[in-house]
């Protein structure tokens, strides 16, 4: 069986590469790879390593790292397993799109409105302060956060399609990597691994910011063995299953007065700069594999 763990180029293509590494180095026969949005990722390859696609019926199991790109754009192959839907990554990469879904299949997010939408309206509907984003963003890049209304107006214009969201005065934030071993996950997760956010550098802490963001000095951390809310754990394995994928990542942040945990974001393609959490992806491949090689 040939590995190929696909990622966006100047987005999610540094892991991509790093997890086909790792996994070449476990003996795995494995390719990382990032194509650009919508170019073929065995065009890349074949450019990047001379790669072709096994003519002998050879499985090919394609691991998506936040790559909504198609495998080939000229043709089919019976023996090419793509484990992570496209369809799924381009939900949750859509935030606005992904909170009304996780909304409306029963999943707590904050108070959310989509853009555009009168000043006033958001207002009333989702109170002040409130927070206003970009469809797509990372890393605190297209996040504003507004206490006043012609704060909003400034926001709204700059943020376009995006989304309003009430503000959450939380305690605790949490990322939660769950992952299955099968699309339909009809067995329970086969990873369930927690990170809590932190300030990990005080020189780059901004201590007066109400919002726990890149920008402000926190990280996602994974150095303590915290006690996890049994509210955020379940909140965030319920995320990733509604949205139809088979590992991800969701941002669960939590409310301890009332013991409610409220997703932000899904991810599909989590940085992993630590070793601890790059095994834990790699101990689900290595399962994803064997189980689709039996």
């Not at 799924?88 to 935030?95: D, M, R």
Request: proline share 5%; charged share 25%; glycine share 8%.
């Amino acid at each position: 069986m040939i590995i190929i763990v696909a990622g966006l180029k100047r987005k999610t293509g540094t892991t991509s590469r790093l997890l086909g590494r790792r996994l070449r180095e476990m003996g795995f026969d494995a390719y990382g790879t990032s194509v650009r949005w919508g170019k073929s990722i065995l065009g890349r390859l074949h450019k990047e390593k001379g790669f072709r696609h096994p003519r002998d019926g050879t499985p090919v199991l394609l691991l998506r790292w936040g790559c909504t790109s198609p495998y080939s754009v000229r043709y089919e192959f019976d023996n090419l397993i793509d484990v992570q839907s496209p369809t799924a990554i381009g939900l949750a990469a859509n935030k606005p799109r992904a909170r009304k879904f996780l909304a409306d299949h029963g999943v707590s997010v904050p108070p959310t409105l989509l853009l555009p939408q009168p000043v006033d309206v958001l207002v009333e509907r989702l109170g002040l302060p409130l927070i206003v984003r970009k469809p797509n963003h990372q890393a605190g890049r297209g996040f504003y956060f507004c206490e006043t209304s012609e704060e909003v107006v400034s926001a709204c214009r700059q943020a376009g399609h995006g989304y309003a969201m009430s503000y959450i005065p939380k305690d605790r934030e949490y990322r939660i990597h769950v992952g299955w071993t099968n699309a339909q996950h009809d067995d329970s997760p086969a990873m369930l691994f927690v990170q809590r956010k932190v300030v990990v550098n005080e020189d780059e802490w901004d201590r007066d910011s109400k919002v726990w963001n890149f920008a402000a000095g926190y990280r996602f951390h994974s150095r303590n063995p915290w006690r996890i809310p049994a509210a955020v754990l379940r909140t965030g394995v319920k995320a990733i299953d509604v949205l139809g994928l088979t590992y991800g990542a969701a941002d669960v942040m939590y409310v301890e007065e009332t013991d409610t945990a409220y997703v932000s974001e899904v991810n599909t393609g989590p940085g992993l700069k630590i070793e601890i959490s790059q095994d834990a992806y790699l101990n689900l491949f290595k399962e994803i594999i064997e189980r689709e090689g039996d």
